[in-house]
């Protein structure tokens, strides 16, 4: 039988936050995360989404957020969502707020640009009518923004640990271009059935293709479980 190949289990998920807070700060070093069920949903059918992980996930995602220097989310998180994007469940700073927005689509007035006192960027391909954050331009790609260029850009503004938190659109596309260096999926013990599915990646028919990351696994105190997952990345080489 072939599977993940998995490390053997640590003591505590702070080892999964020591390996983003001691990345190195020669390059960047991204870290995804996503919550969902045993069967891979992230929302139900009419779309709810709250409350699939237990308290015991969104402490580590906020302990998560703490040890970056920017988290950046996609604009349909922002609409679906309207999250804060902050440190409250651990201690830490909030990091930078970042929304990828190609189109122009996000409105001002949502609770990501006064949440704190952090900066907040609005990556697009044109003109936004965000006001209160700092407007990176960037050129479009059939479409889309790239990571690699997205990346690029947050670097050389002095963000260095990037946390791509979502939408499943967002965090997907990053790994397909091979711009994550971990993924974290908080697996709560709760079967949905059907809805939402975490990731949309290319369909591989061939399984020698398949991303076999190297996953070290964390049991959390309310039944949730980390996957903290070391996936491959051409850009070491």
Known sequence: MTGLRTAPPENSADEALRRVREASPERPFVVAQLGQSLDGRIATVTGESRYINGPGALTHLHALRACVDAVVVGVGTIIADDPLLTVRRAPGKSPARVVIDPSGRLEPGLRWESADEAPCYVISGGNTK????????????????????????????????????????????????????????????????????????????????ARRPVVHTYPLSDGDVLFDCALSDPRKA
Do not use: W, Y
């Open 130 to 209: 965000i006001t209160a954050a700092t407007h990176i331009p960037l050129p479009m790609d059939n479409g889309t923004l790239a990571p690699a260029r997205i990346i690029d850009a947050l670097f050389k503004l002095g963000m260095r640990r990037l946390l791509i938190e979502g939408g499943a659109r967002t965090i997907s596309g990053f790994i397909e271009a091979n711009c994550v260096d971990r993924l974290h999926i908080l697996l709560a013990p709760v079967l949905i059935g059907s809805g939402k599915m975490g990731l949309d990646l290319i369909p591989q028919g061939d399984l020698s293709r």
